[in-house]
């Protein structure tokens, strides 16, 4: 089933509604065509050739028009100007010419003209909609189809009442049209705007926090170096005159430089320490703000030793970053069991591939190896409309000794 709908898992949010509008507004165009065909199609004598021609003709512009005005409004393409102006010409000529043909008994004998008439208007403005930006100028077309409908009709030589009748008509469902298509499209840029939002939140975020190490770095060493460039210095200058004083400069540049050296490695260690109690805090507090029911249950983690802790921190970080970046998910539920092992597990759910970044992506890559040092394990699992994720660490094993398990702290 997942294989069957996988085109539409694919696809982000925002290019969901797009296709759905689309689709929306295509169904138009082939409603357009029943009805209207529908309506020529009562006759007494049978449908007219040549209308039915002009009525598909209108609705494969109209189709046209609105593929292309949607890609105008979302700033892919230039205005359509010209399907613009044939579509009105053909909308208010077609009804024109089924106006003229209604006393025509051998031709339109049996069909509800008002049914052609108000149908080319409404769904010729419902398409013309789209390549006008604006509610001033989507009304002012509305208003402008009413009294061109009213002037159709007094040139055509209609009664009062009657053209009166058809300018109403005209007024209602093209006004019921544009709206619709107006509110379709509003929806579409909201929901394109929100998209990116959220996607330049995430760079802000990073963005500040590279900023934050970077200014943690700078408070660290900007003295220090400035006192061993100013202490070398001094050195090489007694160290030329054969001052025996050289000697106890660069021995002091050599403990500025060791301490300095230490200080990064604290401000390294602090960088990459996750607390898995604030971890668990803030991913359920941003799970709540982007809409999602986000709810922690079993252990909260707080006696488990340092390590471990830091480790499954990272995990929870990950994951809740993936369920924001990745899917589309309603739910996410985080649950942490101690017992001979640490085991903490991630469910939401999101589509199955978008959810984490699919199975196999570079940051569950890295959270295996950052577990793989404390002899833990990571699965990740994609069911149908669902994510789960399980990390496990043993709480009592031998020693790790390797070099990598040695070295997986930052040296500087």
């Known amino acids: 089933m997942v294989s069957l709908t996988g085109w539409w898992h694919r696809r982000s949010g925002p290019a969901r509604i797009e296709l759905y509008t689309r689709s929306t507004f295509h169904f138009l165009s082939l409603a357009e065509m029943a009805i209207l065909g529908a309506s020529l ?12 021609a002009l009525v598909a003709v209108h609705a494969a512009l109209c189709a046209v028009l609105q593929a292309r005005g949607l890609d105008w409004l979302l700033g ?18 077609g009804a024109a010419t089924a106006l003229a043909l209604r006393s025509d008994s051998s031709v339109l004998s049996g069909v509800d ?3 052609l008439v108000v149908g080319l208007f409404t769904f010729g403005l419902g398409a013309m909609a789209l390549a006008i ?10 208003l402008g189809a009413a009294v061109g409908m009213a002037a159709v009709c007094a040139l055509l030589g209609l009664p009062g009442p009657t053209a009166a009748g058809f300018a109403a008509a005209v007024l209602v ?10 509110c379709a499209v509003w929806l579409l840029n909201v929901v394109r705007e929100l998209d990116a939002a959220r996607e330049l939140q995430s760079q802000l975020a990073v963005a500040e926090e590279r900023l934050r190490f970077g200014r943690d770095l700078h408070d660290v060493m900007g003295r220090n170096l400035a006192v061993i460039a100013l202490k070398s210095e001094l050195a090489v200058q007694l160290a030329r005159r ?6 106890e400069q660069m021995i002091e540049v050599q403990r500025i430089a060791r301490e300095s050296q230490h200080e990064v490695r604290e401000v390294v260690r602090g960088y990459r320490k996750a607390d898995l109690a604030v971890e668990l805090a803030g991913a359920l507090s941003v799970l709540h703000a982007a809409g999602i029911d986000g709810t922690a249950e079993g252990d909260d983690g707080s006696a488990l030793p340092p390590e471990v802790q830091n480790a499954l921190g990272w995990v929870v970080r990950e994951a809740t970053t993936n369920v924001l970046r990745h899917s589309e998910a309603r739910r996410c539920t985080i649950r942490l069991s101690t017992g001979a092992s640490a085991v903490l597990s991630v469910d939401n759910d999101g589509e199955p591939e978008a959810a984490a970044g699919g199975t196999s992506g570079s940051g569950l890559n890295g959270l295996r190896e ?9 699965d990740a699992e994609s069911l149908a409309g669902a994510f789960h994720l399980t990390a496990a660490v043993p709480l009592s094993r031998p020693e790790v000794s390797s070099p990598i398990a040695q070295q997986s702290g930052l040296v500087v």
């Open 113 to 115: 003209v008002s049914v």
């Open 41 to 52: 199609a009562s006759g007494v004598a049978g449908p007219w050739p040549g209308l039915l």
């Open 242 to 247: 054969g001052r025996p004083e050289a000697v």
């Open 133 to 142: 930006r604006g509610i001033r100028p989507r009304l002012y077309s509305v």
């Open 370 to 378: 950052r577990l793989a040092t404390l002899g833990g394990t990571l």
């Open 173 to 182: 469902t093209s006004g019921v049209m544009v709206l619709t298509s107006g």
């Open 76 to 93: 892919r393409r230039e205005r359509p100007v010209g399907l613009l102006t044939a579509v009105a010409a053909l909308s208010v000529g």
